[in-house]
């Protein structure tokens, strides 16, 4: 094997070891892949945190002077990865959140293997937030308008690339939880359930079941309107007590199960009344019947138990 090769080799196999998180900066010396002694590892660490901190903050003087202090103090790190990341974190810092996305690209494209790849990852997740919970970015360099759309788009490629990873999960969450937030509870369902087939394990799988039996009962109009949302919410929520008893208590499943009783049964007397009104007592009554039967012991029962009675 070339020499050539196996330096590559060498230097993929130590940063996946800095990467997985064994506490060790590496950094690359007469041809030879060394460590920062553990003095100089916690002020490199603190150092870098300090940075992160700084840009995320908007801080941007005080970053660039941070900046240029870590690179005298630590030369030896100082490499094309740690200048690329640094460029993006500066756009970061100012808020140009559209040049950071494609300077952090551009970094996972040229640097794969950058002990720096994770911050570059938490910082297009931040961005991807910032833009689902409303930010706004601008258009044509004209006008500006909320970035939900970006935001989406960030978080689905972060989503696509880092796998099975926390923050590929994360990533996915967020959008439906942006969806929520905007009360599109039918597109949040839908990523829930995108969600729930691709990761069908673990509290994954049952913060989407439950996510998904929140956003059926959330997208019920009303009475006047169709209630097959309200039956799939039930189905979820009643899915969720077989297969999580312990945590349904803690969610309040049954009184939301018990919630959805109350309304399926008030959408048939609803029913019952509009014929009650019109004339057709013999439909009425076969909706009464209805609700006498299926929930006897609801609202809508001791209603129809009154009318009866007049």
Not at 3 to 24: W, Y
Not at 111 to 132: C, K, M, N, T, W
Not at 254 to 269: G, H, M, P, V
Request: some cysteine.
């Amino acid at each position: 094997m070339s020499e050539k090769k196996v330096c590559l080799l060498v230097f993929v196999a130590v940063m996946v070891v800095c990467r997985a998180g064994f506490g060790e900066t590496w950094y690359l010396k007469d041809g030879t892949f060394k460590s920062l002694d553990a003095e100089s590892q916690g002020q490199y660490l603190r150092d870098v945190a300090n940075i992160k901190t700084l840009a995320s903050t908007g801080q941007c003087r005080d970053l660039k002077k941070a900046v240029k202090k870590l690179k005298a103090d630590f030369p030896e790190i100082a490499g094309a990865d740690l200048e690329a990341f640094l460029k993006a974190d500066m756009y970061f810092c100012k808020r140009k959140y559209t040049k950071a996305i494609r300077a952090y690209d551009k970094f996972f494209e040229d640097y794969p293997q950058s002990g720096l790849y994770d911050a570059a990852l938490e910082r297009q997740f931040q961005i991807g937030v910032a833009y689902l919970n409303g930010e706004k970015k601008r258009v044509m360099m004209v006008f500006t308008m909320k970035g939900y759309a970006s935001g989406e788009k960030i978080m689905e490629r972060l989503s696509d690339r880092e796998g099975d990873s926390p923050i590929a999960i994360n990533a996915a969450k967020e959008i439906a939880v942006s969806y929520e937030n905007r009360d599109l509870y039918r597109d949040a369902y839908m990523q829930w359930s995108y969600i729930s087939s691709r990761w069908p394990y673990g509290d994954v799988k049952k913060d989407s079941m439950l996510s998904m039996g929140r956003c059926k009962h959330a997208n019920y109009k009303g009475p006047k309107y169709d209630n097959s949302s309200l039956v799939s919410a039930g189905s979820y929520y009643k899915e969720f007590i077989m297969n999580y008893p312990e945590d349904a208590g803690g969610y309040n499943i049954s009184n939301k199960a018990d919630q959805i009783t109350e309304q399926l049964a008030y959408k048939e007397f609803t029913i019952a009344q509009y014929y009650h009104r019109t004339g057709y007592r013999q439909s009425a009554d076969y909706y009464y019947k209805i609700i006498l039967e299926k929930w006897p012991n609801s609202t809508a029962a001791e209603m129809v138990r009154r009318v009866n009675e007049i």
